[in-house]
């Protein structure tokens, strides 16, 4: 009876839009020009119900799923904040690197010894042959720090002590990524007249695989002992003139990757002292206080003039 009234009532709604689908649908279903019948009449009522309900899902699940679209089109993913917040990050990480680059440059920058006046030259050019009668200049070690000692193979005690000393400091740096294979340990002989390549060769075999001996003319020897302040002087045992000894200075020089002196150090350096200072120049981490005692740089000394026969 409600439905009954219910349709009987459309009809006579005022001013309803035709256009509206739920007048229009009535209309459609229930002034046809073949009238429903009585019995028809609520089916059609609830299928009516079915429809409507239908379409007003249809087009807010549509709605919904245009704004969500819409949404994920003007947000995306990476949107204007997470640039930024990335950008920020970015910039601040680049800064803090580029802060600790710098200090790092100004330590080692600090570490090498200006050129001053009443400061001796330590170092310079040469022109030697290695152990393997290859012919090496202090440019064939560019790149590199040198440890160099000047000794040579026939020295009963001083000089197998001190190379037992380098190869220790030398095996320990090549354990450390950090200073690894960047040192380059040379033995420079001071008796070139019995020190020739084969005899650097066979003595060096000994001590450590990555030390290299160099010998050269006895003219070529003075001249670099020279440009070193290496001081030697060869004391005859008897009457024969092979037969000597040669009294020397004993102490390593490190030169920097340019060639240019770094610091000395002395018998009274032990192995541990030597390595971590070595260790502060690599890394750039020496001050005034790495440089050894009396070395060049914190206060002046005098070193003895070059001798030798």
């Not at 200049?137 to 380098?166: A, H, Q, V």
């Not at 070193?228 to 009294?247: C, H, M, Q, W």
């Not at 030597?274 to 690599?282: E, G, M, N, Q, V």
């Amino acid at each position: 009876a409600l439905t009954m009234a219910w349709v009987r009532f459309v009809p006579a709604l005022p001013k309803i839009s035709t256009d509206m689908p739920f007048v229009s649908c009535s209309k459609r279903l229930f002034h046809s020009q073949a009238p429903l019948s009585s019995s028809l009449r609520p089916a059609a009522s609830r299928q009516f119900l079915r429809q409507g309900l239908l379409q007003s899902q249809h087009r807010t699940f549509s709605q919904n799923a245009a704004k969500s679209r819409k949404s994920f089109r003007t947000r995306g993913p990476i949107t204007w904040t997470s640039v930024g917040a990335l950008c920020v990050v970015g910039g601040g990480c680049l800064y803090y690197y580029s802060l600790k680059e710098q200090e790092r440059y100004e330590r080692m920058t600090a570490t090498k010894l200006e050129q001053g006046l009443g400061k001796p030259t330590i170092g310079g050019p040469f022109r030697l042959v290695d152990h393997n009668g290859q012919m090496k200049t202090n440019d064939s070690f560019k790149g590199k720090w040198m440890l160099i000692y000047f000794g040579f193979t026939y020295c009963p005690d001083i000089c197998p002590n001190e190379l037992m000393r380098m190869a220790d400091v030398v095996t320990r740096l090549d354990a450390n990524p950090e200073t690894a294979y960047k040192v380059e340990p040379l033995l420079i002989t001071i008796d070139p007249e019995r020190d020739g390549p084969n005899q650097l060769k066979d003595y060096l075999s000994d001590w450590h695989p990555r030390m290299l001996g160099l010998t050269g003319t006895p003219g070529d020897i003075r001249d670099v002992c020279k440009a070193y302040r290496v001081y030697f002087n060869k004391a005859v045992l008897g009457s024969d003139p092979t037969e000597y000894l040669i009294d020397h200075s004993i102490m390593f020089y490190l030169m920097d990757p340019d060639g240019e002196f770094a610091d000395y150090f002395g018998k009274s350096l032990t192995p541990d002292e030597i390595h971590d200072k070595i260790t502060k120049y690599i890394t750039g981490t020496a001050d005034a206080s790495t440089h050894s005692d009396s070395s060049i740089g914190t206060k002046e000394v005098v070193l003895p003039e070059t001798t030798g026969a």
